[in-house]
């Protein structure tokens, strides 16, 4: 198979979170609004890799087939009980270590990250969350995707989809405020399909409530320890189909979809990972999120500091002489658009949504985070073999700051408006 190999980073000229006034129908209660009928998948410039060969099949079909999924129930290879115990005390010791490695962060330290912006808006829509208490367990919501008030309504809301009822195989991020959504998936007789925390205990787990024991509620199957104890865990060589991915996001553009996440690359590198190895069709798969009403980028939003800081952002642009059309940055090739937008009060169809990538980009990929995950560092190794010559790294970057956790009710006023705590101190739970 021949292969190019696209290098250098190339910033696609299309805004993150471009906004352009639209019809008040794209905020009714139910979803109104209808996705433009055809989209560019793939700019012309994205590398695509070979795909592997040498993958076992999974009993999993995707959702034209119809036909009963049959997943392995058990835990391990040589019949071993799960112990809890163990995986909690890992888990927690893994993230210790990943914030060790990470120096604390002043906020003028953020203009070293790879994208300063996004991290002012992310700052700005964390601290208005918490300042009005819309923010939910976990808390301060900083560095995290954020849990919100009308989290599980929203979930619902994306239950009633008919994207949702069609597919089988759904692939759901794994925080909190998804939790109901995945709780969704599995009452409903799909397959979950969920990564490991960061990636980096491992790759994805799926999960269907057919195949634990029956008296194991659905609710204890919704966390990362339930999906450890409960899933079984799935290879970079399986052979699957995701008929539809839900992620989280901290804002969202309900005009061309564009996101932005927590400010790891997650969701991203997942979607890279699966559209490479053929278990994800970036043509054909919807992207849903679940947000706040708040973290829909609007022109009403007065209320929302976040949302005046997009205007100033712009402003900051049309002095320096940055062409309208890219008022507030540019995407890069790997950043992932949303096709549906699901609130607790309405769902939006983005009208101009923004192409979406295939592949993984190695060239924007830093040795930083390549070090940080197995299976990323596995797949290029391999991809390199396939190839017959050795792939780039992308440019240094300094990784965000991690997440840390209070106890349940608590406000984490000491890391809400100053900006979330950095690392170093610990982190008492998931994400």
């Given at each position: 198979m021949k292969t190019t190999w696209q290098s250098g980073r190339l910033l696609c000229p299309i805004t993150l979170l471009a906004f352009t006034n639209s019809p008040s129908s794209a905020f009714s209660p139910t979803c109104t609004r209808r996705a433009a009928s055809s989209h560019a998948s793939v700019p012309p410039n994205v590398m695509h890799f070979p795909s592997h060969h040498s993958r076992r099949a999974l009993p999993i079909r995707s959702v034209s087939s119809r036909s009963p999924i049959h997943l392995s129930s058990s835990r391990s290879s040589n019949g071993e009980e799960f112990d809890e115990a163990a995986y909690e005390s890992d888990r927690l010791a893994k993230d210790a270590i990943a914030m060790a490695e990470m120096k604390s962060q002043a906020e003028e330290e953020y203009a070293k990250l790879r994208t300063p912006w996004k991290w002012r808006i992310r700052k700005a829509v964390w601290d208005f969350m918490e300042e009005k208490d819309i923010a939910q367990f976990p808390r301060p919501v900083h560095h995290r995707i954020p849990n919100f008030l009308g989290a599980d309504e929203a979930a619902k809301n994306l239950a009633n989809l008919p994207e949702f009822q069609n597919a089988n195989l759904i692939k759901v991020n794994p925080d909190t405020p998804q939790r109901k959504v995945r709780h969704f998936v599995l009452e409903s007789g799909k397959t979950l399909l969920t990564p490991q925390p960061r990636l980096r205990t491992g790759f994805f787990s799926t999960l269907s409530k057919n195949e634990v024991p029956p008296d194991v509620p659905i609710e204890a199957l919704t966390?990362?320890?339930?999906?450890?104890?409960?899933?079984?865990?799935?290879?970079?060589?399986?052979?699957?189909?995701v008929d539809l991915v839900v992620v989280g996001s901290t804002a969202v553009c309900p005009n061309t979809g564009a996101r932005v996440g927590k400010?790891?690359?997650?969701?991203?590198?997942?979607?890279?990972?699966?559209?490479?190895?053929?278990?994800?069709?970036?043509?054909?798969?919807?992207?849903?999120?679940?947000v706040h009403d708040c973290q829909v980028l609007d022109e009403t939003g007065e209320k929302e500091p976040w949302k005046v800081l997009m205007r100033q952002l712009k402003e900051e642009d049309r002095t320096e002489g940055i062409p309208a059309t890219t008022p507030f940055g540019t995407l890069?090739?790997?950043?992932?658009?949303?096709?549906?937008?699901?609130?607790?009060?309405?769902?939006?169809?983005?009208?101009?949504?923004?192409?979406?990538?295939?592949?993984?980009?190695?060239?924007?990929?830093?040795?930083?985070?390549?070090s940080q995950i197995r299976v990323l560092q596995e797949l290029k190794k391999r991809t390199e073999e396939e190839l017959g010559h050795k792939l780039p790294y992308g440019p240094d970057e300094v990784l965000p700051p991690i997440a840390e956790r209070r106890d349940r009710g608590g406000r984490g006023r000491s890391a809400g408006r100053g900006g979330g705590r950095m690392p170093g101190r610990g982190n008492k739970g998931r994400r």
């Open positions: 966390t990362s320890k339930g999906a450890a104890q409960y899933g079984t865990p799935v290879s970079l060589y399986e052979s699957y189909n400010g790891e690359g997650f969701a991203e590198l997942e979607w890279g990972i699966l559209t490479q190895q053929g278990n994800l069709d970036a043509n054909k798969v919807l992207v849903v999120t679940t890069t090739q790997h950043d992932v658009p949303v096709d549906i937008i699901v609130t607790p009060s309405r769902c939006i169809r983005v009208p101009n949504r923004l192409p979406k990538p295939s592949g993984v980009f190695w060239d924007l990929l830093s040795p930083q985070k390549l």
